[in-house]
């Protein structure tokens, strides 16, 4: 069996989508037991590292079988412009006839003799985002808590009396939604196992869809 990787931009990325796949799908084959499950995720730190650590994976590591992506849009882009950049490093390794645009079901390239692809592009490969707007559809938009965390972001942007910038203002809600839970403040990926996060939402089975598509795993 050759060696499989997700590849993340940051530890948050890593503990939200073990927590969700944990839920839906088996471990990776390969990779069933803890201490083999630690090799399978690995961490870029930022947009550059994830695409350094794909480059120099797919150019070195000769039994690499499949690799999934997951990237954050972020405001300033849009999806096409993560699958541009990726694209110009498959290129590189060999791959050919890459559609020219992400779905919004993600992306998954298999082509003879080389490395299956995956790319997720958050928060759904459709709008600009990242991992905080995915974590909203998680939650019932009609929860008030929600809906008041929102209001008051905004009203402290409107009053200029905001100490973060406007680009993390869902990160600014989510975590102030977090914070008026009952356990306060829990961490995005703790607070999965919580019966406030719907982990069966459509663009939780989505992302599980594409996960499928991707990798390989225990029947």
Not at 13 to 18: L, N, P, R, T
Not at 32 to 41: A, D, I, L, M, Q
Not at 60 to 69: A, H
Not at 132 to 153: G, N
Request: hydrophobic share 35%.
């Amino acid at each position: 069996m050759g060696q499989q990787k997700l590849i993340l931009e940051g530890p948050n990325d890593k503990h939200v989508i073990e927590n969700l796949c944990a839920t839906h799908l088996p471990r990776p084959k390969g990779y069933e037991s803890r201490t083999k499950y630690k090799h399978f995720v690995e961490i870029g730190g930022g947009d550059n590292g994830v695409l350094e650590l794909l480059d120099t994976s797919l150019a070195t590591v000769s039994d690499l079988t499949n690799i999934g992506v997951v990237m954050d849009c972020d405001l300033n882009f849009l999806p096409n412009k993560r699958w541009d950049a990726i694209k110009k490093i498959l290129v590189q390794n060999g791959y050919s006839h890459l559609p020219k645009e992400i779905s919004s079901y993600g992306i998954t390239i298999i082509q003879d003799n080389l490395t299956k692809i995956g790319l997720w592009v958050m928060p759904d490969n459709t709008n600009s985002g990242y991992l905080e707007h995915f974590y909203e559809q998680l939650i019932s938009p009609s929860d008030k808590m929600l809906i008041r965390a929102k209001s008051e972001v905004a009203k402290i942007i409107q009053e200029k009396e905001n100490r973060f910038s406007e680009t993390h203002r869902q990160k600014a809600i989510i975590h102030t939604w977090l914070s008026w839970q009952e356990t306060v403040g829990l961490p995005l990926g703790t607070a999965m196992n919580k019966s406030y996060i719907n982990k069966h939402t459509p663009i939780a089975l989505k992302f599980i869809e594409w996960m499928k598509n991707t990798f390989d795993f225990e029947l």
